[in-house]
């Protein structure tokens, strides 16, 4: 933080051309006053955020995410207490804001402060180091809330392997390790050749292929293969992972990045093999949810692989970063450290 007035942020700035109309969009690195922060109880100076698929999507402006400009993304934030006018934290006091509105309408990780309401903010965890938090963030929040979902639904080791679609991505890779962690087969999807290794390291013992999940897929059921699912993906993929369910088997879903429609979803894998079909959402869970699963992640499950699937990035590196999303072409988790600014 330069100073307490002014601070550095990315912007993402709506402009209209004049020839076709369109409306375009532009990042710029700027500095930023106090009073462009949106109102919030707690002032929050920012070490680390993290870079995810909504963050590139709002750089984009795209509207399902951002509708208001000039915007600073950045749904993930890590950093200690300025102030705090609703007396729930004192200045210095180490806190998380994942979720809610941060980074979508309301400045976000990618500036050097925020400024949100209490009710947004946990406690970080004292065995959590800043990037470490960062490198779970909303991904690892939402990872582990898909598992804490399929083991509430009975799901348990000895019932056979579990897949992970997406799961070179930053949800995905998650859910890999603590799956794997937990004692779990894990069978991980992926398009990307070079997360291979990745994977492995992190505990896949299987590397599934876009092209064999995508056989059959106009067959209303498919062979019993996994006990289990996070499915990242969305789309037909959701469904050929629905008609794969061992009997009784769930699958939690938490993305859509193949869509949010299931062209060839018919009854039968639910009624005829009970399957279930877990919706997940970390973003509006209950502030006490994030703090109980956030003090998990801390402790009984901390990450084996965090360290390996995490690459730490400067300001500068944003651009970059958010056009390899894009592109589908990032592995693991990239975290934002402001001191490298």
């Known amino acids: 933080m330069s100073s307490t007035e002014h601070f550095k942020a990315w912007v993402v700035s709506e402009e209209t051309d004049t020839a076709s109309e369109k409306k375009r969009y532009q990042l710029n ?30 750089a984009q402006g795209n509207p399902g995410v951002t509708r208001v400009f000039p915007h600073t993304p950045g749904i993930d934030a890590v950093g200690k207490v300025l102030s705090d006018s609703s007396g729930t934290f004192k200045a210095g006091d180490e806190v998380i804001v994942t979720g809610y509105d941060l980074g979508m309408n309301t400045a976000g990780g990618f500036g050097e402060i ?51 679609t997406g799961a070179s991505g ?20 992926s398009g990307s050749e070079s997360a291979k290794s990745m994977l492995t390291a992190l505990g ?23 006990a289990g699912a996070v499915d990242c993906v969305g789309g037909d993929t959701l469904f050929q992972v ?12 938490c993305g859509l990045v193949a869509g949010p429609a299931m062209s060839q979803a018919t009854v039968f894998p639910f009624i005829l093999r009970g399957v279930n079909l877990l919706g997940v959402d970390s973003v509006n869970v209950p502030l006490a949810g994030k ?14 692989g965090l ?24 592995l693991g988790r990239y975290v934002l450290d402001w001191s490298q600014g």
């Open 29 to 58: 690195f700027e500095t930023r006053q106090l009073s462009d922060l949106p109102d919030g109880e707690v002032l929050i100076d920012v070490s680390h955020s993290s870079v995810n698929y909504k963050d590139a999507l709002s």
């Open 170 to 189: 930053g949800v995905g890779s998650v859910a890999v390790n603590l799956l794997a962690d937990l004692g779990f087969e894990v069978h991980a999807m």
């Open 204 to 226: 896949a013992s299987e590397i599934v292929s876009r092209q064999h999940l995508g056989e059959g897929l106009k067959k209303p059921m498919l062979k019993e293969v996994w």
């Open 307 to 330: 360290s390996a699937l995490t690459q730490t990035i400067s300001p500068a590196d944003i651009p970059d970063i958010l056009q390899k999303i894009q592109q589908g072409e990032t």
């Open 291 to 304: 703090q109980a699963l956030w003090d998990k992640l801390a402790n009984e499950w901390t990450l084996s």
């Open 114 to 164: 925020i400024q949100v309401p209490a009710s947004w903010v946990v406690r970080k965890p004292a065995s959590l180091t800043a990037l470490q938090s960062m490198a779970i963030g909303t991904a690892g929040l939402t990872a582990a809330w898909c598992i804490e979902k399929l083991l509430h639904n009975g799901l348990q080791p000895s019932d056979g392997p579990v897949l992970v």
């Open 242 to 253: 629905v008609k794969s369910l061992k009997y009784g088997g769930s699958v939690a879903c």
